[in-house]
């Protein structure tokens, strides 16, 4: 495949960034998204040019490292995948590729296409564990009864990468579906219950606090993620903080 690349340059958070084109050949169907940008930045670096700085782990849809907003949508056109599992196939000879950071106030940008994610960290570890014991006198996790459905849908909440996709997404750049999942796999589970409040209260008070907008029920985060995270999550959020607000 012939392709057309229009990507985002940016130096630096404080520089003014501006799309700028390149044209790339020999793109398999086979080839990964990030894989293809491997093929333009070392025709850039033979080239004595800079490449594009992009960010990428795993490689294997688990860690939420890669972050490309493709054609106007976070991880590109497919459902369900990470940008790291996008293929080539999903575009065809003569295409024109436009690729961007992901856009929020709350991820600034650092160079090029990686953005700035460590908000998602504070919100985290500001109510995203649990004080269970776990210093040899813990009771073997099979031995609480739980419900399955409660177990399943924890457990869904749980598959959630921090990638920030949902938030790319939202028209207000809202965090409500990471933070509903994280409040989630906590909430439906016995050994979540200890923090139930001050983890509810203190997740959403980080999250407002690092600039994330409010969410307005339009659903693009859940058709955009790429582990389908439920919106029920984000119901669930809202009974969590009612709740921990009538407790006081
Ligand atoms: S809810 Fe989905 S889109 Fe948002 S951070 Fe988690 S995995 Fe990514
Ligand atoms: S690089 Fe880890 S999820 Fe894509």
Redo the contacts with the bound molecule.
């Keep these: 495949m012939k392709l057309t690349l229009k990507i985002w340059r940016q130096d630096n958070a404080n520089s003014k960034g501006k799309m700028q084109t390149y044209s790339i050949e020999g793109i398999e169907g086979d080839m990964s998204f990030l894989e293809m940008l491997d093929v333009l930045n070392e025709g850039l670096i033979n080239k004595g040019e800079t490449p594009v700085e992009f960010d990428h782990d795993c490689r294997e849809g688990i860690c939420?490292s890669c972050s490309l907003q493709i054609n106007g949508e976070?991880h590109g056109p497919d459902r369900m995948v990470t940008t790291c599992q996008l293929h080539m196939r999903s575009f065809k000879d003569g295409d024109t590729i436009v690729i961007e950071p992901f856009r929020a106030k709350a991820f600034p940008v650092i160079k090029d296409l990686i953005v700035d994610r460590s908000a998602?960290d504070r919100i985290q570890q500001s109510g995203g564990y649990v004080s269970v014991n776990t210093s040899g006198n813990t009771l073997d996790a099979n031995a609480i009864p739980i419900n399955k459905q409660d177990a399943d849908s924890a457990f869904a909440a749980a598959?959630?990468?921090?990638?920030?996709?949902?938030?790319a997404?939202c028209k207000n750049a809202s965090?409500m579906?990471?933070t509903s999942?994280k409040v989630s796999q906590y909430a439906l589970l016995p050994q979540g219950q200890v923090e139930a409040t001050e983890r509810v209260e203190n997740m959403v008070r980080q999250m407002d606090l690092e600039g994330f907008g409010n969410c307005t029920n339009t659903g693009a985060?859940e058709i955009?993620?790429?582990?389908?995270?439920s919106l029920e999550n984000i119901a669930r959020l809202n009974r969590e903080f009612l709740s921990a607000n009538i407790k006081g």
Excluded at 159 to 167: D, K, L, N, P, S
Excluded at 224 to 229: F, L, M
């Design positions: 939420g976070p998602f598959a959630c990468i921090g990638c920030g996709a949902c938030v997404a965090a579906l990471f999942a985060c955009e993620c790429p582990k389908g995270i």
